[in-house]
């Protein structure tokens, strides 16, 4: 395998970029996991759940040392971890039962617990967690075609019931007081989108490490929430946003000797600041036109 380099000749660039099969793997499970997370943090940005977001994928650390400690396959530690943090992270009772600050503060909670225990977890194993910067960061270059199917599994699965739930989901993300007076189940769907964003969660984590499938989960569909207020094109936004991450991720990572990590945030980060200064320019000059 020679070192790739980086051309004027995009054509030239694409065919180095498939030409190795890990490249194709990533490619793939890449594109699974833009779009699942596209969708799913849509909704979660929506709700203003991002630090739930955030405490599940902090929930691989426990569910990997968990699983290490238990003699458990390293996938079933992350998808337990992930799964009963979403449940004890789910709303009491009706909206107004709980201020905001009370559901942050339980969300923390449920973040120190879990992370308290991984340190105990891998203190009680007498070990070293293998493999910690995959854990954190990921790695596009040891993912396994059975990775690929688990997450396209995954994906399908989240995604089809998402697909079923997903109108009066919108209706109680928006007015929970309105939709529960009108019979809508607003904490079934709150508990079912918790597990749904935490098995999410758990299968992408596998493969774009803990911190970068949080950037996933947020910046593009902050991005495409900032571009439009129409849910569909906001959502179709968010998932091509999340598309476009991934790809320009990959493929500079492929022909830099940077981290994948850097890319992901960085793009991400850098379109949320295109669209913020796009809005923001566009509502400005609305503001300085004559009536």
Do not use: K
């Amino acid at each position: 395998m020679t070192n790739p380099t980086l051309s004027w000749n995009v054509v030239w660039d694409v065919r180095q970029l498939l030409a190795y099969p890990f490249m194709m793997q990533a490619l793939l499970a890449g594109t699974i996991a833009a779009v699942l997370s596209g969708v799913l943090g849509w909704f979660m940005v929506l709700r203003r759940q991002t630090f739930a977001g955030h405490t599940l994928a902090a929930m691989s650390f426990p569910g990997a040392a968990g699983g290490a400690l238990f003699g458990l396959p390293g996938a079933l530690g992350y998808y337990l971890a992930s799964v009963l943090a979403a449940l004890a992270m789910t709303r009491r009772g009706s909206p107004r039962a709980e201020t905001p600050g009370l559901q942050s503060a339980r969300i923390g909670l449920v973040q120190a617990v879990g992370l308290a225990a991984g340190f105990l977890f891998l203190s009680l194993s007498s070990g070293v967690l293998g493999g910690l910067d995959d854990l954190l960061f990921g790695s596009f270059l040891g993912i396994t075609p059975t990775q690929v199917i688990t997450l396209t599994v995954v994906a399908v699965a989240v995604l089809g019931v998402l697909a079923c739930i997903g109108r009066p989901l919108l209706f109680a993300s928006l007015d929970p007081e309105l939709a529960r007076s009108l019979g809508v189940p607003v904490r079934t769907l709150e508990v079912g989108f918790m597990l749904l964003l935490g098995l999410a969660v758990a299968a992408t984590t596998q493969i774009t490490g803990a911190l970068l499938v949080f950037a996933l989960l947020v910046t593009p569909p902050a991005t495409a929430q900032r571009l439009t207020s129409r849910p569909g094109w906001s959502l179709v936004l968010s998932v091509g946003c999340a598309l476009v991450v991934i790809w320009l991720s990959l493929g500079a990572a492929y022909f830099s000797i940077y981290p994948l990590g850097f890319f992901t945030t960085s793009i991400g980060f850098a379109l949320y600041v295109v669209a913020l200064a796009g809005t923001s320019l566009s509502r400005r000059r609305e503001r300085i036109q004559p009536a």
